[in-house]
T-cell receptor, first 111, second 114 residues
Framework: QKEVEQNSGPLSVPEGAIASLNCTYS??????FFWYRQYSGKSPELIMF????GDKEDGRFTAQLNKASQYVSLLIRDSQPSDSATYLC???????????FGAGTRLTVKP | DTEVTQTPKHLVMGMTNKKSLKCEQH?????MYWYKQKAKKPPELMFV???????INESVPSRFSPECPNSSLLNLHLHALQPEDSALYLC?????????????FGPGTRLTVL
């Protein structure tokens, strides 16, 4: 069983739509959850982190965490072509020392 | 200064060469990490340094040798690499080891082993 699972996509949405990215994890002791955006040929860029159950909003981005269901999601409102990238879900293990990544979801926003 | 820097950006080396990758941060972070990323795959953790001490080694072959000379610097020494070691090598740092704080990545070194 993979530790962090994401739909590999690709996910295609029209400009202005809401993009919904999902992630599940296996380690029930995990406490820290992150979403990174990675453009082709570039390094991962942190866009959201969440530690508590519920929603966390930052501009057009909303992260949602449900520890009981071991589920993390990222919503991108008013999607723009510049949001086209691979989105990596990352989960810090229960020991808070090692971070594991999902395989990433490739998002394409079409003008 | 809120960034992690890595040098060189690109490196081409033969299987008999010895080279080093360098990473630097001046954010006062006390945890630093090396990751390896192959094309179309997520980053894979290699090493973790907490307070300048190696705390995690993810069963990485000995041809990769990490070093943390001080709290701002992290090196990765390379020797006798194989072509399959060609990848993007990413350095990251986080503020407090063991607290689950967010990690910030450098731009990476793209390594090609001939």
């Amino acid at each position: 069983q993979k530790e962090v699972e994401q739909n590999s996509g690709p996910l295609s949405v029209p400009e202005g739509a809401i993009a919904s990215l999902n992630c599940t994890y296996s380690d029930r002791g995990s406490q820290s959850f992150f979403w990174y955006r990675q453009y082709s040929g570039k390094s991962p860029e942190l866009i959201m982190f969440i530690y508590s159950n519920g929603d966390k909003e930052d501009g057009r981005f909303t992260a949602q965490l449900n520890k009981a269901s071991q589920y993390v999601s990222l919503l991108i409102r008013d999607s723009q072509p510049s949001d086209s990238a691979t989105y990596l879900c990352a989960v810090m293990g229960g020991n808070n020392n090692d971070m594991r990544f999902g395989a990433g979801t490739r998002l394409t926003v079409k003008p | 200064d809120t960034e992690v820097t890595q040098t060189p950006k690109h490196l081409v080396m033969g299987m008999t060469n010895k080279k080093s990758l360098k990473c630097e941060q001046h954010m006062g972070h006390r945890a630093m990490y090396w990751y390896k990323q192959k094309a179309k795959k997520p980053p894979e953790l290699m090493f973790v340094y907490s307070y300048e001490k190696l705390s995690i080694n993810e069963s990485v072959p000995s041809r990769f040798s990490p070093e943390c000379p001080n709290s701002s610097l992290l090196n990765l020494h390379l020797h006798a690499l194989q072509p399959e070691d060609s990848a993007l090598y990413l350095c990251a740092s986080s503020q407090d080891p063991g607290t689950g704080s967010e990690q910030f990545f450098g731009p990476g070194t793209r390594l090609t082993v001939l």
